[in-house]
């Protein structure tokens, strides 16, 4: 058993199936430097319309509580508009994970619009509300693009209006945990609606796992084992029953499958008693699997606790 299964007392196992997570490709206008998956604007992977098919299909069979979105930016993928529009014909809930400033590159300025016309929930980056703090992780002029899309999607009725949720997720910007969920909720509210004129519905606390370009960052500045050792002192074992790879499968931009978008990062497919590819799907199997884990496993179950959704406990 690796570190975190000792400290866990065995294999983790999925407890059930409520979110098909997919990631479209890897191709973004960004190279955030807390990127787990070290995706730019040089990448190249992107899922396959064919694949996108084969994924709806799924859904339908299935019935997730959501189809989650993600990428990369996921507005590059020039199927991706098809792709939510056959999820919501067969009945799906879809959310989709942005950056926000994708949507102000040339051929994707539709997208708010698009959004908000089929419903769609949307997770946006928002690592900061200071300026000076976002130009560091996310680089030069992604701040101002990504206040001006805000304000944009509140137009739309994004943050104000039923079925158009609009949360925010925040990276802590150096080797540390995030603060609170709730009370830095109240923060950023506070913040966004007096500097800006922005209103959102949640902000999602995410901990930076070290892996990826984030852990090459912080080899690069000698943090590399402290923060590892902050991650294991941190460990509350309450945060386990709700870790989002229980609950979840990740389907990478080629099929393969994986128990999370960390997994995907790391190239950790799902176990070999598990279906390891989208045409192997098999439902059974999938829930009644034994979860891929390793010492960035950590990042997840330190403090409050870390998913896609945000803080696991209050």
Not at 90 to 112: C, H, I, K, Y
Request: with cysteine; charged share 20%.
């Amino acid at each position: 058993m690796n570190t975190f299964d000792t400290k866990i007392g065995g294999k983790l196992k999925a407890a059930d199936l409520g979110i098909l997570q997919v990631n479209v490709g890897l191709k973004c206008n960004q190279s955030c430097v807390h990127c787990h998956l070290e995706c730019s604007p040089f990448r190249e992977e992107i899922m396959s319309a064919e694949t996108m098919d084969r994924i709806v299909a799924l859904a339908d069979s299935i019935n997730p509580q959501m189809v989650d979105i993600t990428g990369g930016a996921p507005e590059l993928n020039p199927n991706l508009k098809d792709f939510i529009f056959k999820l919501k014909q067969s009945g799906q809930m879809v959310q989709v994970r942005t950056n926000l400033s994708a949507m102000e590159e040339p051929g994707l300025t539709d997208f708010p619009q698009f959004f908000a016309d089929n419903a769609i929930g949307l997770v946006a980056s928002m690592p900061c509300y200071l300026e000076e703090n976002v130009t560091k992780m996310r680089g030069d002029g992604c701040f101002s693009s990504s206040i001006k899309m805000l304000k944009k999607l509140n137009e739309l009725g994004y943050g104000t209006r039923d079925g158009l949720t609009l949360d925010l997720v925040f990276n802590p910007g150096g080797p540390s945990l995030p603060p609170g969920q709730e009370c830095l909720e109240q923060a950023y509210k506070k913040e966004m609606l007096e500097r800006y004129s922005i209103v959102f519905n949640r902000l999602l606390t995410i901990t930076n796992l070290p892996i990826g370009r984030y852990m090459e960052e912080l080899q690069e500045l000698g943090q590399a084992d402290e923060y590892m050792d902050l991650l294991v002192q941190s460990f509350n074992p309450a945060t386990v029953e709700g870790l989002m790879c229980r609950h979840q499968v990740n389907i990478g931009w080629d099929g393969q499958l994986y128990d999370c978008d960390f997994n995907q990062a790391l190239r950790l497919p799902t176990e070999q008693a598990a279906p390891g590819k989208l045409d192997e799907f098999d439902m059974e199997k999938m829930v009644h699997r034994y979860v891929v884990t390793g010492p960035h496993c950590f990042g997840c179950t330190a403090g409050a606790g870390s998913s896609c959704g945000g803080a696991i406990e209050s």
